[in-house]
C-alpha cells in the first residue's frame, strides 16, 4: 500500500449516500503511514455522507489491463480542529503544481478545502 501511496496521485473516495448508494469520486490525498488524509469543501456532499455513515473504500486506479487493483477498506473522520492543508506534511508539495491551473495557490485552495477527512485502513484487497 505505501508503493502506490506514494507513486500514485488520485485515488477515488467512495462515501454512501443516505439511500444507501455508493458515490465514488476521485480525490487528492496524502498517506502518513497510518491514515489517508484529504481535502474538501465544508459542503460537499462526500462531507455529510462520512458525518452519517464513516464507512468508506479507497480505490487506486487499476493498471490499463485492469489488473494492479488495491482497494482500502476504513473509517473517515473529519478532523476537528483540522490540519489546514498547508501544513498537512507533504499535501500541497504533492499537488503544488496542479494548483495554478485549478485557479488556486496554497492560501486559497487551504481556505476552499478547509475540511479534513482522515480515513484509517482496517482492511485491504486487491489483485
Do not use: C
Amino acid at each position: 500500500m505505501r508503493e502506490r501511496a506514494e507513486r500514485d496521485r488520485v485515488i477515488w473516495l467512495t462515501t454512501v449516500t443516505p439511500s444507501g448508494r455508493p458515490a465514488p469520486r476521485p480525490v487528492w490525498f496524502v498517506w502518513d503511514g497510518t491514515a489517508f488524509t484529504v481535502y474538501s469543501e465544508p459542503g460537499a456532499a462526500k462531507v455529510r455522507h462520512i458525518r452519517a455513515n464513516p464507512h468508506v473504500t479507497l480505490n487506486f486506479n487499476s493498471d490499463s489491463g485492469g489488473g494492479d487493483v488495491l482497494v482500502v477498506r476504513g473509517r473517515a473522520e473529519i478532523a476537528d480542529p483540522p490540519v489546514p492543508a498547508a501544513d498537512q506534511p507533504g499535501y500541497l508539495d504533492r499537488y503544488r503544481d496542479e494548483l495554478p491551473g485549478l485557479g488556486f495557490d496554497a492560501a486559497t485552495f487551504t481556505a476552499a478545502y478547509a475540511t479534513q477527512i482522515r480515513v484509517v485502513p482496517e482492511s485491504t484487497w486487491g489483485f
